[in-house]
Each structure stands twice: as structure tokens, then as C-alpha cells.
């Protein structure tokens, strides 16, 4: 009986402190601090974040260039370029002619040719003048003058008849001068034709390549598209919420060696076929590309990547890793002294299961991939053992203070 009751008595506080023990870990409010198993942990590192989504494209001209023919008074000749023929600016694209400025150059052609003559007949005129004034200065008359200046000599003074013949003179040479302003005139008039029928022949202003030609004359008679290519493609619904003009792309494919860089530059705002509830709609985009191989070639099929949103050089940790309340978002930190303390957070930018930590946690600060326990406050906690040899790469990665806390560490323990 003795011996039971001793047993007994051992027991019972025995039972009786373990009782107590757990009741005052496991309530709630409990101080008593409780050891977390840590199986999943991460490293907060400093990265990038970049949103985005693909979308399929096709590389075309980025502008289309239109040539116009404007048959008024004018007669077309021939085209000099064909289809699919390279073009620069100040190409010969066609020739024309025009009729009516033909007809009016013959005209003025006549009626220069006309008042030349009667130039050339003014001239005659003031030569003989000029011979019988000096015969009558003279008082010498020639045998050529006609008879009635034998007369005049006869009735008038010499005095009288010099200052005639200078007002005849006069006369005559003020008449030339007006017929040779005429013939100025003409002239200026025919080399304005000249020119205008000289450019008969309509050049590319730009350098691309003939996409189009219409024999009919219809207008535009030329198609010309440009040698810089873009890309064009479809956002659906979901895509056209995200992407906005201006925004970054990304263009590769298999037949370029590298990601191009370039900018959505227009998406047009009205669905590309009637919008209906039965299907999706799709948004027609377009892009301009910053630098494009020669590799490049309209019609080539190629991937989009839109860049929606990014951050660079910020800390980074996993999705997971983040939890949320009413109030705050927060994460589990493991810290230097063994504890897993709760943090607040702000953050950032999110995608693909990462997030960007604006507050509360730094580069190189470790964080639980898991949630603890609601209670847990602040506690030690324990995690595996990861059984790889160490090497050198490994050893780079720990600071010297962090190699000094260790080696402590092991003198302290032993």
C-alpha cells in the first residue's frame, strides 16, 4: 500500500505538470513560446518582375504609300515599274503627256515667230531712216529714196526734215522695244511649258516596294509599301482589358536570333467583327519595331510578348509565401536569433507566383513558404537538415559574419 502510494505520488504531479503544460501552449493567449517545424523556406532576393502575355502576329509594311494620276488635261503614256519591284525615292513610276499644254506652246511659238518679224521688219525700217536722214544732213540724196522724199526736199526745210525723220525713228524703235517685251513674254511662257511638260514623269517619293498597280487607272494607280516593317495581330477580350498603346513588346520567332524591341502603336477600339454574345471578340493591334534584321520579310509569322507592367531590381519573394488578413499582408521571417517572427508587408507588383515586396522585407531575408500556426507570435523554430556537401559556389554565398556566428556556434555547443 505504502509503495502504491508513493508511486502514486510521483504520478500524479507528474501527469498533473504535463496536464498544465499543454493547456498553456495550446490556449490561445498563451506566452509560452512553442518550436515550429520550418520544412519550406526561401530567400527574399532582388529581381525583376515583368507582367505580360503573348499574343500571335505577322510582320507587315508599316505605312502604304498611294500614287494618284489626275487624268484632267493630261494623257497617260506607260508605267515604267512593275509589281514587286523595288523602288527608292525619285524613281520614275510612270509617264503622261499633256495636249493641251502642247497646243498652247505651238501657239505661243506662232505668235513669237510672228512678233520677231515684225521686229525684223521695224529694223529695216529704222536703217533706212537712219541712211536718209544722213543724206539730207548732206543735202545728198540717194538714188534708192522714194519719190516723195524728193518732194518733201522740195517743200520743206532741211531742219524740218531731220526732226521727221527722229520723230519716225522714235517711233519705230519705241514699237520694237513693246514687240521684244512681247517676245520676252512668249518666251517665258513656253519654258513654263517646257517645264511642265518636262515633268510628264511622276517619281516615288519614298523608298519601299511596289505592292500594287492598277492598269485601269483607277486611283490610287500605285501602291507603294514601306520598307520598314511592324507587326500586326488580334488581342481578345482579355488581352484588350490589359494592353494599352504605347505599352513595350517583344517580337521573336525561329528565324531570328534575338528578341526585337518595339511599342504597341495603335488597337483599334471597335471589335473586328460585329460583336456578338455567342463568341469572343478580337481587337486588331498594330506595333512599330525599334530595329528590324533584313531577315525580316512581310508576311513572316511571329510571337508578341506584351510587357503590361514591370519592376526592376526589387526584392523578391514567392506568392506563397504571402498571407493575407482583414487589415494587412504579412509573411513569416525567419531571423537571425531562430525565431519565426510575423511581418507586415506592402507589396507590389504580382505574377507568375512571385511578388514584388515594396515594405517590410529585404534582399536576402528568409521567409516560410508555408502558413504557422494562427497562434504563433513569435517562436524558435526547427527545420531539416539539407544533406549536401558543401562547396565552393556554397560557401561564397555566406558572409564572413555569418561564417563567424556559425563557428561560435559549434565551440558554444561543444
Do not use: C
Not at 507528474?14 to 513560446?33: G, K, M, P
Not at 503573348?54 to 493630261?74: G, L, Q, R, T
Not at 513669237?112 to 533706212?128: F, H, L, P, R, V
Not at 507592367?309 to 498571407?323: F, M, T
Amino acid at each position: 500500500m505504502m509503495k502504491n502510494w508513493k508511486i502514486t505520488s510521483v504520478v500524479l504531479p507528474a501527469i498533473l505538470l504535463v496536464v498544465v503544460n499543454i493547456y498553456l501552449t495550446l490556449r490561445e493567449d498563451s506566452e509560452v513560446q512553442r518550436t515550429v517545424y520550418v520544412e519550406k523556406w526561401k530567400k527574399a532576393e532582388q529581381g525583376n518582375i515583368t507582367e505580360s502575355f503573348n499574343a500571335k502576329a505577322v510582320i507587315k509594311p508599316s505605312e502604304e504609300h498611294y500614287v494618284y494620276f489626275n487624268e484632267e488635261d493630261k494623257d497617260f503614256d506607260q508605267f515604267l515599274v512593275q509589281e514587286g519591284d523595288a523602288v527608292s525615292a525619285g524613281t520614275p513610276l510612270f509617264e503622261y503627256s499633256s495636249p493641251r499644254l502642247e497646243a498652247e506652246k505651238r501657239e505661243l511659238e506662232a505668235e513669237k515667230k510672228a512678233a520677231e518679224g515684225e521686229i525684223t521688219s521695224i529694223e529695216e525700217q529704222i536703217d533706212k531712216l537712219e541712211s536718209y536722214q544722213l543724206s539730207v544732213e548732206a543735202d545728198q540724196p540717194i538714188a534708192d529714196t522714194a519719190d516723195f522724199m524728193d518732194t518733201a526736199l522740195a517743200e520743206n526745210s532741211v531742219e524740218e526734215i531731220i526732226s521727221s525723220i527722229e520723230q519716225d525713228i522714235y517711233r519705230q524703235e519705241y514699237e520694237r522695244s513693246r514687240l521684244e517685251q512681247k517676245v520676252q513674254k512668249y518666251e517665258a511662257q513656253i519654258q513654263s511649258i517646257e517645264e511642265q511638260t518636262g515633268a510628264a514623269t511622276i517619281s516615288s517619293e519614298v523608298d519601299g516596294i511596289v505592292k500594287q498597280i492598277d492598269k485601269d487607272l483607277g486611283n490610287p494607280v500605285i501602291v507603294i509599301a514601306s520598307n520598314t516593317p511592324a507587326v500586326e495581330g488580334y488581342f481578345n477580350e482579355r488581352q484588350r482589358e490589359k494592353a494599352s498603346e504605347g505599352m513595350e513588346i517583344k517580337v521573336s520567332s525561329n528565324s531570328l536570333k534575338k528578341k526585337l524591341n518595339g511599342s504597341i502603336q495603335k488597337i483599334n477600339p471597335y471589335p473586328l467583327e460585329d460583336p456578338s454574345v455567342e463568341k469572343e471578340s478580337s481587337y486588331l493591334f498594330s506595333g512599330v519595331i525599334e530595329e528590324a534584321p533584313d531577315r525580316l520579310f512581310s508576311g513572316s509569322k511571329v510571337d508578341v510578348t506584351v510587357i503590361v507592367d514591370k519592376a526592376v531590381g526589387v526584392p523578391v519573394i514567392p506568392s506563397k509565401s504571402v498571407h493575407k488578413n482583414q487589415k494587412q499582408e504579412y509573411v513569416y521571417q525567419l531571423t537571425s536569433a531562430g525565431l519565426l517572427a510575423k511581418r507586415s508587408i506592402t507589396t507590389g507588383l504580382s505574377f507568375h507566383g512571385e511578388h514584388e515586396v515594396k515594405k517590410g522585407i529585404k534582399p536576402g531575408n528568409t521567409v516560410l513558404l508555408s502558413d504557422a500556426p494562427g497562434s504563433v507570435k513569435k517562436a524558435p523554430f526547427i527545420t531539416p537538415v539539407k544533406s549536401l556537401d558543401p562547396n565552393l559556389k556554397t560557401m561564397k554565398t555566406i558572409t564572413n559574419r555569418e561564417k563567424l556566428r556559425y563557428v561560435l556556434i559549434g565551440v558554444l555547443e561543444k
